[in-house]
């Protein structure tokens, strides 16, 4: 009844005949009479939608008439075009906002927690579109003339460090000694890592390397273990430690067997897969009483590295990738450059810098959306009796923090998240118009432009399809992460 009703009402919409009623052509009848024989627009609309209906649910969508292209030829492009960006973005905005989300609300009414409210509503109030401009205009046409002379003067690098310890010691607040303590690190390790980019020539040649590599996974290590288990738990901090080891190891033999990859998605998603088991069974291997926690640090800690290290060997071809787009190489439109070639790894970081903006624009506006929620989730969950009771047996304050209040801070992300994923799978329209990405949202607008009802009408199956999912997977969610809710309650 639904795709009735909606095929009723675009039919309603469209015209495809308005362009030829505007035309001064001789023979404008003869073509309005063909065209209308091709689009069988005599039949009655009604009729029209059960002939549509039989031969989409035989697995003919129809052709689009204004190019002759398969309607499921446009959607599988639009559709990994999209899931491309969405993937990105919500991953990213759900990690980033949650996470800021739940320390501003451990530091309420803090200077910290005022600062994010203040960003999180300014963020949120700010046009998709304005947003997108900005982008453009400061992180692609802006950083590509900084990579024309990448140089930073000091008093730049002193700047950001500084304020980098400023936000670190507002987040981890505490007494006098240890924000000062806090404030220090974080500056000089900020600076120390800017001044190695600019001294190193970084910016011409990017890469991580074996040296950054034990750097980054060293600390990674250290974050993953104090977050899920502290350091005070030696188990999770060897298995952390552990893998950061064999992924330096592992570093130097996985370049060839990168070097022979070619257009192989379902290689890297393997090896992605097999990482987080090896850390999983690193956890597993060290043992005790809280070997789950452990297997859990470990694989968090694999994926990591090797995310860095799948980065490091995309970023080994941004000298090529610079000279072959003439020093512009983050660009402004598109989701492919034309007639790029290069192997798998140069097609990999072209679908990487196309997706920069557009995943940033989003990130901008639904980590304002995820900060708020999470924020306020963890603020009633902290009041609760049992976190009142967990505090009163005399569990450490992480433990009371992330096993009792963060896992039901994510019940009710588990109903916005799902919900969120399956709009932008239907298009971010605006954010794919500026950026001219050929989505799913630019693909309805097209098709109802030119008036082809067959896009439009798969497009609506597909959107409304996974609307339904969405919610089951909402409920799935929900029993996952509560585990008073059972599915078949």
């Known amino acids: 009844m639904a795709l009735f009703l909606m095929y009723i009402l675009v039919n309603a919409a469209i015209d495809p005949l308005a362009d030829l009623r ?3 052509a001789p023979n404008k009848a003869q073509l309005i009479e063909a065209r209308i024989d091709q689009l069988n ?32 030829t446009l959607i599988s492009h639009a559709i990994g075009s999209t899931l491309e960006l969405v ?65 930073l003067s000091w008093v730049v690098i002193i700047g950001l460090a500084v304020l980098s310890g400023v936000l670190w010691m507002l987040a981890v607040g505490g007494s006098v000694r240890r924000r000062v303590q806090t404030f220090l690190t974080a500056t000089v390790a900020t600076g120390a890592l800017l001044a190695y980019l600019q001294l190193s020539g970084w910016w011409d ?20 273990a104090a977050v899920s288990a502290g350091l005070q738990n030696r188990r ?13 190891v ?72 610079y000279t072959a787009l003439r020093g512009r190489p983050i660009p402004t439109f598109g989701d492919r450059t034309p007639n790029l070639g290069g ?7 072209d679908s990487f810098t196309h997706l920069i903006l557009p995943t940033l624009t989003l990130i901008l506006i639904a980590f304002a959306a995820y900060t708020r929620y999470s924020r306020s989730s963890m603020l009633e969950v902290m009041n609760q009796d049992y976190i009142r009771t967990a505090r009163a047996k005399g569990l450490p304050e992480r433990v009371v923090v992330v096993r009792h209040g963060f896992r039901n801070t994510l019940i009710p992300l588990a109903t916005v998240v799902p919900i969120d994923v399956i709009t932008l799978i239907g298009g971010a329209i605006i954010t794919e118009a500026v950026f001219a990405r050929p989505g799913m949202g630019q693909l309805f607008v097209r098709s109802l432009q030119g008036a082809e009802i067959e896009p439009v009408m798969a497009y609506l199956f597909i959107t409304a399809a996974l609307a339904i999912i969405a919610s089951i997977v909402a409920d799935i969610i929900y029993a996952v992460v509560d585990p008073r809710i059972r599915l078949d309650a």
């Open 236 to 248: 999770a901090l060897f298995t952390t430690l552990t893998v950061v080891v064999i992924g330096v």
């Open 87 to 151: 993937t990105a973005a919500t991953f990213l905005a759900l990690i980033l906002g949650v996470f800021v989300g739940v320390v501003s609300a451990l530091r309420q009414y803090s200077s910290f927690d005022y600062l994010i409210i203040f960003v999180s509503f300014l963020l949120y109030s700010l046009p998709s579109f304005w947003v997108a401009v900005l982008l453009k205009q400061w992180g692609a046409i802006g950083f590509n003339d900084f990579l024309a002379d990448p140089t």
């Open 41 to 72: 627009l005599e039949t009655n609309v009604v009729v029209r939608f059960f002939q549509w209906i039989g031969n989409f649910l035989t697995g003919d969508w129809g052709i689009a008439w204004r190019t002759g292209q398969e309607v499921t």
């Open 343 to 349: 192997n798998y790894w140069v097609q990999v970081l």
């Open 250 to 321: 592992l570093y130097f033999p996985l370049q060839g067997l990168f070097d022979s990859i070619d257009e192989s998605h379902l290689l890297i998603a393997g090896l992605a897969v097999v990482t987080v088991l090896v850390g999983w069974f690193v956890g597993i291997l060290f043992g005790g009483p809280d070997r789950g926690i452990s297997a859990r640090a470990g694989a968090i800690t694999a994926l990591v590295m090797g995310a860095m290290i799948f980065a490091d060997q995309v970023m080994r071809y941004w000298p090529d990738y």
């Open 22 to 24: 505007e035309s001064t």
């Open 205 to 224: 040649e990017p890469q991580i390397g074996p040296v950054l590599l034990i750097i980054l996974g060293a600390g990674t290590a250290l974050a993953v």
